[in-house]
């Protein structure tokens, strides 16, 4: 019986040890490997998505996979011979699924913050966006001080939970309970916001514009912007280690730019003549 007792204290005090050094593992393998050699010899680059990101990446009504960093980065790897296949995953544990390899890339509307830094690396930007607020009319909500007392939502994970709660005094102290409602995706979202069950929603421009635009009542709606949410970049995500993959993501992009396959998707999605790549 001591024995026993011996060999499940001896188990308790080992079994947080092999996690922990688990864990270092794999995280000191995201930071120092370099997996191009692999992705080049499969031909094949998975990328991690919220396929429900318009115009980003998203279904069709008949399943198929489309959107503005679906064709990005089918054209960024087509240069190199390599197909970009997309795994749709939970995005409130999108850079979890990176480091642990599940994926190679999150490439869908991610922006560039510091805290993001701190986990993985980034390719040059690629897109500008920011943080709005989106409201009814009918709520008669005129900007961000008329949220006083009202329900907010966000994106679990999204750069707007972020800026909620970095920047407080814009919106988070005025809203109710000074707690937002959290969704898995903006759809859900933009459910309980047509029901009233909350009175606005805070997101990324590029999808708030896309979305609405495509809504039959588009009219009912309000967006407000305030400066004071700085202006993101949208950028591909990576491991630390990918050093190779970050030049040759790099080079791509600026690839596209030169000959005019960049402005082709920008006009195809945004319907403007823009050949934009990178920061100002």
Known sequence: MRKIKYWLVLL?????????????NVTQRANTQDTWHRIEKRKRVIIGLDDSFVPMGFRQKNGKLVGYDVDLAR???????????????DWSMKETELKNG????????????????????????????????VTKKSSNILN???????????????????????????????????????????????IDLNANRIQGILMDQVYADYYIKHQKDSSSYRTYSSSALPVEYYAVGMRKGDKTLQRKINAGLGQLQKNGELKKINQKWFGTNSNYLGAD
Do not use: H
């Open 144 to 190: 961000f001080a008329g949220m006083k007392g009202k329900s907010l939502g966000v994106q679990n994970g999204s750069t707007g939970l972020t800026a909620l709660d970095e920047r407080p005094k814009v919106l988070k102290d005025l809203i109710k309970n000074k707690k937002p409602v959290l969704y898995d995706t903006f759809p859900d979202a933009f």
């Open 75 to 89: 054209a960024v790897f087509k240069q190199y011979g390599i197909k970009a296949d997309f795994q749709p995953i």
């Open 102 to 133: 599940t994926i190679d890339l999150l490439w869908n509307g991610y922006s560039i913050n510091p805290a993001r830094r701190k986990k993985v690396a980034f390719s040059r930007p690629y897109l500008k966006n920011k943080q709005i607020l």
């Open 12 to 24: 308790m005090l080992i079994a947080p040890v092999i996690v922990l050094g688990g864990c270092e």
